[in-house]
């Protein structure tokens, strides 16, 4: 039977009625560590961050901040992850990078929403013409509209940049934690196979690779990308796990009985996903790029798929005589690959300070 | 005689390092029964936690290997045991607190969460059930306003909160035997008080063993029934704790005793022993505590001690010491 409270056990932890607690003593562990006046805010997506702790929101006293009446907006428990977002939303270089991506998202899935045209009619007698009402980027070397197949290369851009990452991410992060996780003679076969996908030369392995494919479609790409990147997660995951591991809190799990797959799903992998978030977000612009280059070199996507690769491609002879044909999709790609690097430094930046 | 709830027999565990092999338990062996506390004392390296993780079995190996003797909980040998077998009674019947409860507490759940899964694993209680469970515990060890709290993250509690949490996590399933390793260590004065009053209430109501491993002989003074006191990977005296504190039968004994501050002599010099422990590297010849002893002889640095019967005029039974001299130091 539970007995009442006792204040005589208790002269060293101040007590202060619900709602208006100060936080703990020690508060060695907050990250970020932020000021405690914080609002208390409901459940809110980590936007760009590909996951906000399904833990959290599956636990029954998470998410009724209204329970804990009594009290001016009393902070709501606050682990790595609020601390993160309370941080990100401070951030003006996530919110600006956020913003690009959303909108970059939203014409990828309907380019309809601000280019009415056609991307692939195209007027010959146009042909690499300037910018004329309403077509304010002009035409490129087929009479087709330059603003139109901009906004449509997105779509093929963020497709391979959100499937490839999602593909490396997920593939890395299970051989790399497993791999950290269980040690041993599995960990050295690992790395052995993640060492000679690092040694394949990027360019070399894509021209070698993707020359024999002939669909037009960007799976190959993305699987090209996902089987060249997961050995960089894989690393960063198989470091984290190991790190994790030896914490006496994975120790306690052990001790009081957890099985190997709760102690690795529950316990590691929650506080060693944070450096796999960071770098899978850097890595996604990198990915576009790397798909735009691909696509320029003529072993990428294909037309009639359009893309900023291949449109570059075709504008770079006639740079001097159109460099509109070129500044746009290059101008895009730029400004696509920049908003996920800048996202993933503010990711960085809120999920490990100590990196800073 | 029935089975005792643990018995540990000339248990030895060896690390294996780039400079050799270091025996960091060399031959230990001690036992305690349901509802009785016994003290684990010893310094820093003297192989008192390696062997509470022996028992564990959460020894980091490698380095780490047992290579010898047995480990009997209710008479079943815990390290013959298959490891599906020894994870049900980890936890359930056997449990463990750890000296910094920060660090062994999940910092990304609630605490209420991580205690709530001790039922969930163990029991397999319903979500709902298990928290109901876990507020409750956390009443148990007084843990203001504990229904709230149970949302909170570990660094959101005060030290000794969170050690209380940590009490409560290895009194869950209400286990035969706990073995704390310094469980005060990482609190303050005041604070550990309450704290080891806590598990002595606790043990005390739910008729467990406590096997408590602490550096701090002030602890072990109120709440223990025996004391083991280790030196250099080895037991050198067991006592009962009276008999321990009024008439050591080991110089070493003495030694931490003498090196206690007391009240009354103030600005006094702090008794010390003199000397370093040994590394476990390189032990020394004979009684490995020789080097150190105000009371060694030739016969030290030659022949190493076997553990005594401390008996006869004594007047005290069970009691053994790993001196050669241990009746001159008894009648010291």
């Not at chain 2, 009443?139 to 209380?164: C, E, K, L, N, T």
Request: charged residues 20%; aromatic residues 6%; positive net charge.
């Amino acid at each position: 039977m539970p007995e009442p409270f006792d204040p005589r056990y208790d002269m060293t932890e101040a007590i202060a009625p619900a709602g208006g607690r100060g936080g703990g003593g020690g508060g060695g562990g907050g990250v970020g560590g932020g000021p405690m006046d914080l609002p208390a805010s409901g459940p809110q997506p980590l936007k760009g961050g590909p996951r906000r702790g399904p833990w959290r929101l599956a636990l029954p006293w998470r998410g009724e901040p209204g329970r804990r009446s009594g009290g001016p907006a009393a902070p709501t428990g606050r682990g790595l992850w609020t601390d993160a977002w309370h941080d990100l939303r401070r951030n003006p270089v996530f919110v600006a990078s956020a913003l690009i991506i959303v909108f970059l998202v939203l014409i990828a899935i309907w380019p309809q929403l601000i280019a009415s045209g056609n991307p692939y009619h195209g007027d010959l007698a146009r042909a690499q013409d300037g910018p004329a009402p309403g077509h304010p980027f002009g035409y490129d070397l087929q009479g087709r509209d330059v603003y139109t197949r901009t906004v449509y290369g997105a779509r093929a851009s963020i497709t391979v940049g959100i499937c490839a990452t999602l593909g490396a991410a997920l593939l890395g992060s299970v051989l790399g934690g497993l791999a950290g996780y269980f040690g041993g003679w599995w960990d050295t076969l690992l790395s052995r196979i993640a060492d000679v996908f690092f040694g394949i030369p990027i360019l070399l392995g894509g021209l070698v690779f993707l020359s024999v494919v002939t669909s037009g479609s960007v799976w190959p790409v993305v699987g090209f990308i996902v089987l060249l990147g997961w050995p960089q997660i894989s690393r960063i995951a198989r470091g984290s796990v190991v790190t994790v591991k030896e914490h006496d809190y994975v120790q306690a799990a052990r001790v009081l009985g957890a099985s190997s797959g709760r102690t690795l799903l529950r316990h590691i992998a929650p506080n060693a996903v944070a450096p796999v978030i960071v770098v899978a977000t850097i890595a996604l612009g990198t990915y576009i790029s790397l798909e735009a280059t691909l696509s320029f070199l003529g072993v990428g996507l294909k037309p009639p798929t359009v893309s900023w690769g291949i449109d570059i491609s075709s504008a770079a002879t006639q740079i001097r005589n159109a460099p509109h044909m070129l500044l746009w999709p290059a101008g895009a790609l730029s400004i696509t690959v920049l908003a996920f690097i800048m996202l993933g430094d503010a990711v960085r930046d809120a999920l490990d300070p100590k990196l800073r | 005689m029935a089975a005792r709830l643990l018995d540990v027999r000339d248990l030895r565990v060896e690390f294996r390092t780039r400079d050799g092999i270091a025996e960091a338990v060399g031959g230990v062996s001690y036992a305690v029964d349901a509802g009785r506390t016994l003290a684990v004392l010893g310094e820093s390296g003297s192989g008192k936690s390696v062997t509470a993780q022996a028992v564990m079995g959460i020894l980091d190996s490698p380095p780490g290997r047992v290579t010898g003797g047995q480990v009997l909980f209710r008479g079943r040998d815990l390290l013959t045991m298959g490891a599906e077998e020894r994870r049900r009674i980890r936890g359930a019947a056997l449990a463990m607190i750890f000296q910094d409860a920060l660090s062994a507490l999940n910092p990304v759940l609630p605490v209420g969460a991580q205690l709530a899964e001790m039922y969930e694993v163990h029991r397999g209680m319903s979500r709902r059930d298990a928290r109901r469970r876990a507020v409750e515990l956390m009443d148990r060890v007084r843990i203001p306003a504990a229904g709230q709290r149970a949302g909170d993250y570990p660094h959101q509690f005060s030290g000794g909160m969170r050690q209380r949490i940590m009490i409560a996590m290895a009194m869950a399933l209400e286990p035969d035997l706990i073995i704390a390793d310094e469980p005060t260590t990482a609190l303050d004065v005041t604070v550990q008080a309450q704290v080891m009053e806590l598990l002595a209430e606790l043990r005390r109501e739910y008729a467990m063993g406590l096997v408590l491993i602490t550096h701090d002989l002030g602890v072990v003074a109120d709440v223990a029934d025996t004391i083991a006191v280790m030196y250099a990977g080895r037991i050198v005296e067991t006592a009962p704790v009276r008999d321990l504190y009024r008439r050591p039968a080991h110089p070493y004994t003495r030694g931490l005793l003498d090196s206690v501050p007391r009240v009354d002599d103030r600005g006094e010099r702090l008794y010390a022993i003199k000397g370093a422990p040994p590394s476990p590297l390189a032990l020394p010849s004979g009684c490995p505590f020789h080097p150190r002893c105000p009371r060694a002889q030739e016969v030290c640095r030659v022949e190493r001690p076997p553990l005594y019967e401390v008996t006869a005029d004594a007047g005290a039974d069970g009691r053994t010491s790993a001196c050669h001299f241990w009746k001159e130091e008894l009648h010291a």
